[in-house]
């Protein structure tokens, strides 16, 4: 970032690549590095919801009835319509990625906010949900004072939701920060066909934000 | 924006245009709507866990290889995200073998619950976990052994 003042104006309109670091050879040298680790860390991602995953299952054949109770007294609608939002997101980041690449920064942008937005409106639809459990008291362990779930094993439900989505909500949040910072860079025109490798990545934990809400979707609204 | 011309694309670009991320996009949307119908049929819980995880893993399977550029990528950055999944699936494969097969406790559908004395409960248990069985329990009914269920 320090370095972008530094950098030149193209004649094709972005800013000159940084330069590249001295222990690489080339630049796709150095690309493949960036989207590696980035993979990597996704995978140790996939594991750290892997836990949540096997914990709902797990409590899921302890306490069936209780689980298909409070599935059906979640929100259907808002459940579909944030897994709508989230898969629209990852369409208009998936985009910006493709503009970055061909060094069209405004077009990122563009799509990064928009992006942006339909991450914030997924925390408030998420924020409505909340409050509607919290109004009702269906919440985790001790605080569960809910009448309509008869079945043993409501409040572990609730330990299972509350976590589960809270810990993507996190993740979320995290998420559009990200977009956030290479949406300041696209309007700055830093990236090109030779550098976009922080669209790309932001654009990776995006999607993987996206992947984890596809599963959480049928499991806890639907099932 | 409509423009997609590729006079200043990349010599070794990779990956779809617009317009195709926007036919991916529709096939999610459709997967969406067909979890959705699906969990709306008639039919045992476990077809629906199944049926549910079958289009989360097709849906997965979209974004994964066109939104996260899979398909074009490297193949060792291929082998770490099925490394992730397959350690995903050994965990969860040895632990649904176990809670299925040993513990019987609350899943009422395999044994009734035990009748508890409410008057030995502790007190400040929340409403809910009452008739929750403690630790393992070899519980009575036709239930240890194979009659566990996912």
């Known amino acids: ?223 | 924006m409509a423009s997609t011309s590729s006079a200043s694309a990349p010599a070794h670009a990779h990956g779809f245009g617009p317009g195709k991320l926007l036919l991916n996009w529709l096939i999610l949307v459709c997967l969406t709507f067909s979890t959705f119908g699906v969990s709306q049929i008639q039919m045992p819980v476990n077809y629906h866990l199944a049926a549910a995880i079958c289009i989360s893993v097709v849906k997965t399977t979209l974004v994964v290889l066109f939104f996260m550029h899979l398909w074009w990528g490297e193949g060792i950055n291929r082998i770490v995200f099925l490394t992730s999944f397959l350690f995903l699936l050994l965990l969860m494969f040895f632990v649904m073998a176990d809670v299925g097969t040993r513990f019987t406790l609350s899943n009422s559908r395999i044994a009734p619950l035990p009748k508890i004395d409410q008057t030995m409960m502790p007190t400040g248990m929340p409403p809910g976990m009452g008739n929750v069985p403690q630790g393992h329990s070899d519980g009575p009914g036709p239930s240890s052994g194979k009659a566990g269920e996912q």
């Open chain 1, 1 to 223: 970032m320090e370095s972008s003042a530094a950098r030149k104006m193209t004649a094709e309109g972005w800013l000159e690549p940084p330069p590249l670091p001295h222990h690489y050879e080339t630049e796709e040298n150095h690309k493949h590095a960036l989207r590696f680790g980035m993979w990597l860390f996704l995978g140790t991602e996939v594991l750290l919801f892997a836990g949540i995953f096997v914990g709902y299952f797990v409590f899921r054949t302890y306490f069936p009835e209780a689980f298909e109770q409070a599935g059906r007294h979640l929100s259907l609608f808002w459940g579909t319509a944030n897994t709508l939002v989230l898969l629209t997101s990852s369409l208009t980041v998936a985009t910006a990625h493709y503009y970055a690449e061909h060094g069209k920064n405004r077009n990122a942008f563009w799509l990064l906010t928009a992006s942006i937005a339909m991450g914030g409106m997924f925390l408030c639809i998420k924020g409505i949900e909340y409050h509607d459990k919290f109004v009702e008291l269906a919440l985790p362990g001790k605080f569960f004072h809910y009448n309509e779930i008869t079945a043993p094993g409501g409040p572990i439900f609730y330990v299972v939701y509350f976590f589960a989505t809270g810990l993507h909500a996190l993740h979320v949040i995290v998420g559009m920060s990200l977009l956030t910072w290479v949406a300041v860079r696209c309007w700055r025109k830093e990236f090109s066909p030779q550098y976009y490798a922080p669209v790309e990545n932001a654009g990776l934990y995006w999607h993987l934000v996206d992947l984890v809400w596809i599963f959480l979707y049928p499991l806890l609204y639907l099932v």
